[in-house]
C-alpha cells in the first residue's frame, strides 16, 4: 500500500520561498510526481523526480530522498498565482494514489 | 491538439437516477483512470484501465459504481441509482504508454464532471 502524509494548508507572503514536503510509504519505489491544482480546476503536471537530488524547473524545484521517502516541492518568488493546492503521487502501474494535497495561500 | 475533455460538465440529477460520465482521453494514450474529487477533499481513485482491459477496480466505492472502455479510447462511468453522497467532481485522466527509459508518465487530467444529486 501507499501512505502519503502532506501538511494540510501553508501560508507563505508574496515574492518569498515556501517548501511543501511529501513523505511516503510504498511498497516499490518508481520515484514522485508533484501536481498543481487551482481550486475549481483540474490538476496540472509539475515535475517527476525518479533519481535523488534537486531538480529545478524556474521558480519551482522538486527534491527528492529515496532512501529517506521523502520529497519536496521548492516555489520561488511567489505569485499571487501559485496559491493553489500542490498534490504528491508516487507513480504506479494501477491504483494511483494522491496525497490530499497541501492548500497554499500566498498573501500580498 | 485537443486534451483529455469530459461530458457534461455539469450533471444535476435527482436521487435514484442513473448518470453516465463521458471520458475522451488525448488520442493515443493506452492508460485511463477515474477519480472522483469532494469538495475540499483529496482525490479519490475509483478505477484504471489499460487499453480496454481494468485490471484495477478497487477504487469503485460500490457495486453501483461500473466503467468500461471501448476501442482504447473513449471511456463511460456510469453511477446507477444515485445517492446525494455521490455528489462530486468526477475527473478522468490519461497517460501515454511507457516508453524506453522512462516507467512512467504524468497524468493529464480532464475539466472534470461536477455531479450534483439532488
Known amino acids: 500500500g501507499q501512505n502519503i502524509d502532506q501538511p494540510t494548508e501553508m501560508t507563505a507572503t508574496e515574492g518569498a520561498i515556501v517548501q511543501i514536503n511529501c513523505t511516503y510509504q510504498t511498497s516499490g519505489f518508481n520515484g514522485l510526481f508533484w501536481y498543481q491544482q487551482h481550486a475549481g480546476e483540474a490538476p496540472t503536471f509539475l515535475s517527476y523526480?525518479?533519481?535523488?537530488g534537486l531538480e529545478e524547473k524556474g521558480r519551482f524545484s522538486s527534491f527528492l530522498s529515496r532512501s529517506k521517502g521523502y520529497s519536496y516541492l521548492l516555489l520561488k518568488e511567489l505569485q499571487m498565482k501559485d496559491s493553489a493546492s500542490y498534490l504528491c503521487?508516487?507513480?504506479?502501474?494501477?491504483?494511483?494514489?494522491f496525497g490530499d494535497g497541501t492548500t497554499l495561500t500566498v498573501k500580498p | 491538439g485537443a486534451g483529455v475533455s469530459q461530458s457534461p460538465s455539469n450533471k444535476v440529477t435527482e436521487k435514484g437516477k442513473d448518470v453516465e460520465l463521458r471520458c475522451d482521453p488525448i488520442s493515443g494514450h493506452t492508460a485511463l483512470y477515474w477519480y472522483r474529487q469532494r469538495l475540499g477533499q483529496g482525490l479519490e481513485f475509483l478505477i484504471y484501465?489499460?487499453?480496454?482491459?481494468?485490471?484495477?477496480k478497487s477504487g469503485l466505492p460500490s457495486d453501483r459504481f461500473s466503467a468500461e472502455r471501448t476501442g482504447e479510447s473513449v471511456s463511460t462511468l456510469t453511477i446507477q441509482r444515485t445517492q446525494q453522497e455521490d455528489s462530486a467532481v468526477y475527473l478522468c485522466a490519461s497517460t501515454r504508454a511507457p516508453t524506453a527509459g522512462t516507467s512512467y508518465n504524468e497524468q493529464f487530467f480532464g475539466p472534470g464532471t461536477r455531479l450534483t444529486v439532488l
Open positions: 503521487a508516487p507513480p504506479n502501474a494501477g491504483k494511483s494514489t
Open positions: 523526480n525518479v533519481l535523488d
Open positions: 484501465f489499460q487499453g480496454n482491459s481494468a485490471p484495477d
